[in-house]
Structure formats: C-alpha cells, structure tokens
C-alpha cells in the first residue's frame, strides 16, 4: 500500500453509519458520524461526506462493513444489498449499488464482523496473526475469521454465532432466543437472551451474580469448537457483553479446562493471556476494518 | 503444473504405507502397497520404492499425508516427526527428515486428512470447489478444509473431530470413548466408540438398528457446525463408517432440520444431493493427495 493514497471506510450499523477517509489509524483524515434514519436520508448523508473526496478522485476505494442479512454473491442480482433485515425500512436496500452509482468509485461491501476482524488484523491486536478468529458477543453474535489476508468467504459468509453449545437445562432453564435454532450459541449468550431470560440487560447485573459462570461457558465451549475447527493463531473477543472485565479470566480457564490438554500448543497450555484479547482498537475496529476492506481491492 | 512432471506421494498410515509416482489419476507411473511394520523396516521399503526415480532426479518431489499426530509448525525442531502416537515403535519418528535425507529431494508432510481433501479437491469430488472440507468417520474422526486451493494451516492443524455435539444420555447412555473428551463427535460416533458401545464392530450392526439414527444424528449436528464456521462449498464424507450407505440420506435430512432453513442458499435447500457426497477418488483420495502435496512444493 502506498501511504500516500486516501481509502473510505463505512461502518454502517443498525444505529449509526461512522464514515472516514484515511489510510489507516495514524492518518484519518476525516470521520463522521451519521445516525441510522431512513435509507434515504443516511445514504444522502454518507454520500454528501464522500463526495468531495470522490469528486476530486482524492479517495481511490471505499470499503463497508455493513449489518445483514447481506447478499455477497458475486453473481446474484441483489449482489451488495442488505436482505431480509427487520429494520424498518431496510429491507432490500442496494447500500453498495447506491454508493457506487452517486459517487462513482469502487465500493466494495463485507459483513461488519469481517471488516472489524480486518482491521484489528491490519492495526490492532491481532497483527501479523495469520490465521485469526474476531468475535463479538453483543446484541447478535458473529465471528470474522482471517485467512491468508482476507475474510474468510465460502458458499456464504460464516455464521459462526449459531452453532451449537452444551446446554444443561437444570442449571440454566432458559429455552433460548433463536427463531431458527431456539437454544444455540447466540440464542442462549448473547444481550437479547440475557434480556429474555432475566427481563433486564445485562449491564444491569451484578458481577458477582452467578450467571456469569453459565455465560462464560458458553463462550469457552464455542471458542473451543473454533479452536478444533479454525485453529486461529489469535481470537479477539469484543461486542457489548465483553465489556465486562471478569468474564475473561473466567472463559480462559474454562477453555483450558475443556480442551483438557488436547491442543498441544504452548500458547493454549502456557499463554492463554496472549491468546484470548480484547480488540486493540476500542469501537474503532468497525470503521478501520471498513478502510482496510477498501485497500483489498486491486 | 507441467503434465510430464513426476511427483511422489506417500499414504502413511498405521496399517499400510501406499507409495506411488504419477502426477494424477490419469498419469500413474508407478505404485506399491507396503505394510506397516517398524519404522526402519517400513521406510526402508519406501526408500527401495522412490530411490531408482530420484536418483536420476526424476521425481521433484515427494508428498506425504501421514497419520498422526504430527508436528508441522516449520520452526520447531521435531517438525515433520510423527510424535505422541500409541502405535508401538513410531513415537517421535522423524519420516519426513529420514526420507529427505536418503533420497535427496524436496518432501512435504501433511495430515493423512488434508492430504484426503487436496487430493479431492485436484481430482475428486470436490474439483473447482473452493472451499471444501473432507471429514473421515472411522477408526477416528478428522477433517481437511482445503481454502485458497491449500489445506488450511492455523495455529496447528484442525482437530475437528473433536467438537461438542448434542448427546442426550436417555437416547444414548454411552458415555462417550474420548480419553480426552469423553463425548466429543470422535467419543460418540467413530468406530471405536461403536465397539465400546456395544461390543461388536459397526461393520456387523444392521441397516435397521435403531442406532445408526442416532450416528447420523451426531455426524449431522457436526456438519452444521463445520457449515456456520467454515462455510464450504462441498462436503466430502469418508472413512469406514460412510461405507454404509443408508446413513448418506438421513445425515442430509437432519441437516437440513438442524439448519431449520437459516443458511438460505439454493444448494442447502434444494439441492443437498449435491452438498454432502462420497468420495470421487474411492481409497485412492490419500495417496492422490499426496502427489498432490508434493505439486503445491513452489
């Protein structure tokens, strides 16, 4: 990458669109950010903040990582739009089409989770670790996996939050939240199960309340299900639940604990700290992610 | 690839040792079956095979897919040696270095299943299918997940047969086989586990036991889960225990209901046939893939 060259990034989310031009975290030129109204009204907002910088060709690409459902089948029709969401409005949106017409520049789109794993590859804490794992536990909870550079694309994007975790029903009666699986990882770990199972968010109990123990051994049995499958040299936790401190030391033991030894890697067996992290760019993995996506492109 | 070529390829396993020069299924120059007995003995025979063709350097080099476990991390010192294995005489062998050194040319060591999936993937069943993931079920349970046409390297190789999946214990009182796990997918539904279970070899078990319900209820939750984190294009399903044919379409059908239709693409929905498939390569997946191992050699 040549420093001198500007790139846009979009993080657009359900709640707000945080756009930047720049080329990385120690040159941003500009960022805004934009609340998430109508499709109408936020993309004209987005493309009046880009357009000086694509009139001018200053900005040679711009990357999004955007909230889903998205189509990014290179050889569908709706290639690039956000599908079957239930934002109101939403629904069938062409994010990157719109863009890529009005400001006539190379757009292209990921999920948000890919972006955010992007940019903390590119820039933060999981640097120059190849193969690496990005997850967020929040309001849903999605998985980025870096390969070889770039995001992980198969058949589809993962789906990494919906895969089966144990659950023991007298310890934590709670059915589950999911519409398609009811009890599965995302349906038992993540904010709105906590809300359904407790009738208040989780930021409102106490850190010495033993659901935390249930919580974080969720998230160690699916860690260690992508550790068996994925086996990432890095696994970066962020997203809203993962703003509580006391839940790291708690999932690392129980990632030891149920791998018992298997993985034979120093890091796992010795370092766990090193292994398991927060994001080392705070909420700004998201929009750097986005800028990162742009400077894919060939 | 230059189609006059020669290559080598080594399927090491515990019972036999199948050596081959060729450089594909079309072009097969030459090929042995040796049993497994000691090391020295068996690698001797190996030697006697190749070394008329890289002592007039005809081969370029030699690929093996080797049972395991294996150390592959390029900087450590024991890389390329077979090490905790329980096979009597192969602990800490160093195949690969023993080869390099006797026969003078370049050899690249990889799992017996990654082996299995590059082989598919260049010849087989999952050609043009990028990516692609190979799983045996049998004496052990593994997985090859081939993502920008190589066996996906991490951390270490994956252990996929490893994960969680679902176990009732009403179902099936088993308590699972796994010194390490106990009830992972390899503790409930590789051959082993099926002779502790019951005493006798899967092989003598009918067609109309209620069990093999149960084995492909286990296989398809893993299948669901290696679909949402790794999202393959295909998925080849081998080893002893997929020599049973009925199992083919019940797995397909507990996919699609363990899926409950949130992956929404064609191939899932409609066209699972096309999805979930045996081999193309027979028995020959391993050592066609470890001509094809000696060919990613740059």
Chains 1, 2 share one sequence.
Not at 165 to 178: T, Y
Not at 282 to 298: D, F, P, W
Request: with cysteine; charged share 20%.
């Amino acid at each position: 990458m040549n420093d001198n060259s500007l790139f846009g990034g979009i993080e657009a989310g359900g709640t707000k669109f945080v756009c930047m031009v720049g080329s990385g975290p120690k040159h941003i030129e500009s960022r805004v950010r934009i609340n998430t109204t109508s499709p109408g009204e936020t993309l004209k907002n987005v493309i009046d903040f880009f357009r000086p910088y694509t009139k001018e060709k200053m900005v040679k690409a711009i990357g999004i990582g955007c909230f889903g459902p998205l189509d990014l089948n290179p050889d569908s029709k709706s290639n690039g739009y956000i599908t079957s969401t239930p934002k109101p409005g939403w629904r069938n949106t062409d994010v990157a089409g719109i863009l890529r017409r009005e400001l006539k520049v190379n757009i292209t789109m990921d999920t948000d989770v890919n972006a955010a794993a992007l940019g903390e590859f590119n820039w933060g804490a999981s640097k120059g670790n190849d193969p690496s794992l990005y997850l967020t536990i929040g309001t849903g909870i999605g998985g980025g996996y870096i390969n070889k550079g770039k995001p992980l694309m198969g058949l589809l994007t993962p789906e990494m939050g919906h895969i089966h975790v144990p659950h023991d029903f007298n310890l934590d009666p709670f059915p589950g939240s999911c519409p398609f699986h009811k009890d599965c990882f995302e349906g038992l770990a993540s904010g709105p199960a906590i809300l359904s199972r407790f009738n208040v968010r989780g930021e409102t109990i106490s850190d010495d309340h033993p659901f935390w123990e249930i919580e974080s051994a969720y998230i160690a049995s699916a860690l260690v299900d992508y550790i068996l499958i994925l086996s990432p040299r890095i696994i970066i936790l962020g997203g809203g639940i993962m703003q509580r401190p006391i839940l790291f030391p708690i999932i690392k033991r129980k990632v030891q604990e149920f791998l018992n030894g298997y993985v034979q890697s120093p890091i796992l067996l010795e370092n766990i700290d090193t292994y398991i992290v927060p994001p080392g760019l705070g909420n700004q993995s998201g929009v750097l992610g986005a800028l990162a996506l742009a400077q894919l492109i060939e």
